[in-house]
């Protein structure tokens, strides 16, 4: 492939853009990688690397050019995400992009429960003011996440109450994601959901973890004051400690209880519920 190739990836040093990027190439589509670091860039056929990152917007606009679809993960959490985004999007209007795939969150609004959705939002309107064609996957949770929310006590704590949530593995964003962009053109102008089967309490996801792992998880129902002082001694900017917070008050919300088929529809193949995902995954 040479630097001509139409469709560029981001992300492909990290877990949904890896994945993405091996499906295409497995598909035989050529591919432009934008990456932070070159040399941690998958080998892939018909794939050439270049060194980007959101904020540069100089160095985005080269590595798009002559690009006519993009595939935006959103950039990794921090303060400044939002002007990342922007300054990337841009940067690619800037460069003739045609049409950006992006990976957005469930409930994405501008008064999200989960904080960090707000940038979502904020990202999918200025996509839509680019003059670019868009479309969003709003991802749910990740399955991936769960047992990470596993205390060294084997408690599951966090202000979620009774809330649901339909938790997706990446590996079935990624596949989604790389269907729409395998034929972007009639995916142009849609937002989809990508959540997994079923919605599940985190009491609910504390027993399958139990079942499958052999070992007791439980789930404690903080406080809203209980949650914050619980992770003050990490030392993290408020901003942070929010998200933390969030991800649970948005579970008790109901904003993360809907279940799509979005990935069934476009994929071809039903998600994988939490049970298979960890039957099929070592911890």
Do not use: C
Request: zero cysteines; aromatic letters at 8%.
């Amino acid at each position: 492939m040479t630097a001509s190739s139409t469709l560029a990836v981001t992300g492909a040093t990290g877990v949904v853009g890896g994945l993405v990027a091996a499906d295409l190439a497995a598909r035989g589509i050529p591919q432009r990688l934008l990456v932070r670091t070159p040399t941690k860039a998958p080998q892939l056929a018909g794939s050439t690397v270049h060194p980007v990152e959101y904020g540069d917007r100089d160095a985005a606009r080269a590595a798009l050019e002559g690009v006519e679809t993009l595939f935006m993960v959103s950039a990794a959490e921090n303060a400044d995400r939002l002007d990342q985004h922007r300054t990337f999007i841009d940067a690619a209007a800037e460069a003739g992009v045609e049409h950006v795939v992006y990976t957005s969150f469930v409930a994405a609004a501008p008064d999200a429960v989960f904080t960090l959705a707000r940038d979502h939002f904020a990202t999918e309107e200025h996509l839509r003011a680019s003059g670019m064609r868009w479309t969003f996957l709003r991802d749910s949770f990740y399955i991936d996440f769960m047992e990470a929310l596993v205390g060294e006590d084997g408690a599951i704590r966090g202000p979620a109450g009774d809330g649901r949530v339909a938790v997706v593995a990446r590996v079935d964003v990624a596949r989604t994601a790389a269907t729409i962009l395998a034929a972007p053109a009639e995916h142009a102008g849609r937002t989809y959901e990508l959540t997994g089967p079923e919605a599940l309490s985190l009491t609910e996801v504390a027993a399958i973890i139990t079942a499958v792992r052999g070992t007791q998880v439980s789930f404690v129902d903080e406080t809203l004051d209980e949650a914050y002082a619980s992770r003050a001694d990490y030392g993290a900017p408020g901003w942070q400690v929010d998200a933390w917070v969030s991800t649970y008050t948005a579970i008790a919300s109901g904003d993360m209880a809907a279940v799509s088929r979005d990935v069934e529809a476009i994929a071809g193949t039903p998600p994988r519920s939490l049970e298979a995902f960890l039957r099929d995954t070592p911890r």
